[in-house]
């Protein structure tokens, strides 16, 4: 699963909706295709999920998340 937010995402996913759940296990990229504001950072969380439907830890330091940032122009 991936998440995505304006703030680090940090500790726990549990209240928050996927922005993408369908992600095959062996895929090597992925693509925001979603609208975006200029000059906001954006931070993503992608987690593995087990076939009993069980979902990894979210990071706890925020140097473990991907951020970023559209240009202003």
Do not use: H
């Not at 090597?28 to 593995?48: F, L, M, N, P, Q």
């Amino acid at each position: 699963r991936i998440y995505r937010d304006t703030e680090p995402i940090l500790n726990s996913v549990e209240d928050r909706k996927p922005l993408a759940s369908d992600v095959p296990g062996d895929s090597t990229y992925w693509i925001d295709a979603t609208k975006k504001k200029r000059g906001r950072t954006y931070y993503y969380v992608v987690t593995a999920v087990n076939p009993s439907g069980m979902e990894q830890a979210c990071p706890k330091l925020e140097e473990e998340i991907a951020a970023i940032t559209i240009p202003d122009k």
